[in-house]
């Protein structure tokens, strides 16, 4: 099984700065997801990134806000810019299997608090 | 559209209780993948199951049992004798394809707060 290292795993942030989060796959993955967790709240998809092209991006999220990069097929980085209390979340990569017969795997999230 | 729906939003138990959790999914795929995920206050995802839509053979695994009925579209998930360590949020999650073949998105249910008292 693959494993996924995410960080910083919380940070406290002034707003109006930006954050930028990694996402690092022990093993070669076609596609890495972004999702938040806002507090009390279900997953939410942000965007599917994959290598070689521009981040695919779901209803109410936009680049400008959420830029995402895709360098090669184990590293993702998810930048949350000029950010406002709203964004205060848990954010968490996920990496897609390449075989019919593979979990979803999940990095440890990264708990975001902005102030 | 793929949706889950998880309609229990919060339940207790005593300890050494057994409790169901309901999932229920809606999807036009044949082929699609149903899973199991507990968030514990920590707030990482620990996987705890994955099904694929052929198999409806229903899984125990120690304490956990989960029930597969595709002509419900359910995929519940039972903890038998229920412990303190239990309590954590629960999510059902569904997932297609991507082109056929590769694992794609999860699309997750509201997820239900399991607390289990002593």
């Known amino acids: 099984s693959a494993v996924i290292s995410q960080k910083p795993s919380r940070d406290i942030c002034q707003r109006g700065t930006s954050l930028t989060i990694q996402c690092q796959v022990d093993?070669?993955?076609?596609?890495m997801f972004w999702y938040r967790q806002q507090p009390g709240q279900s997953l939410t998809l942000i965007a599917t990134?994959?290598?070689?092209?521009?981040?695919?991006?779901e209803s109410g999220f936009v680049i400008d806000k959420f830029p995402i990069s895709r360098p090669n097929l184990t590293f993702s980085t998810l930048t949350v810019s000029n950010m406002s209390p709203e964004d205060s979340s848990i954010y968490l990569c996920?990496?897609?299997?390449?075989?019919?017969?593979?979990?979803?795997?999940f990095g440890q999230g990264t708990r975001l608090t902005v102030v | 559209a793929q949706k889950v729906t998880q309609a229990q939003t919060e339940i207790s138990v005593v300890e050494k209780e057994d409790v169901t959790l309901d999932c229920v999914y809606e999807?036009?795929?044949?082929?699609?993948?149903l899973f199991w995920y507990k968030q514990p206050p920590s707030g990482e995802l620990v996987f705890l199951i994955r099904?694929?839509?052929?198999?409806?053979q229903n899984e125990i695994s120690g304490r956990y049992s989960w029930n597969f009925q595709k002509s419900t579209s359910s995929f519940n998930f039972t903890i038998t004798a229920s412990q303190v360590v239990d309590s954590a949020v629960y999510f059902c999650?569904?997932?297609?394809?991507?082109?056929?073949?590769?694992?794609?998105?999860?699309?997750f249910g509201r997820g239900t707060q399991l607390t289990v008292w002593p």
């Open positions: 990134a994959n290598q070689g092209s521009e981040a695919t991006y």
């Open positions: 999807t036009r795929d044949t082929t699609y993948y």
């Open positions: 093993s070669q993955v076609t596609m």
């Open positions: 099904r694929n839509s052929f198999d409806e």
């Open positions: 999650a569904l997932s297609d394809l991507d082109r056929g073949s590769t694992l794609g998105r999860l699309y």
């Open positions: 996920s990496a897609g299997g390449q075989s019919m017969n593979t979990e979803a795997f």
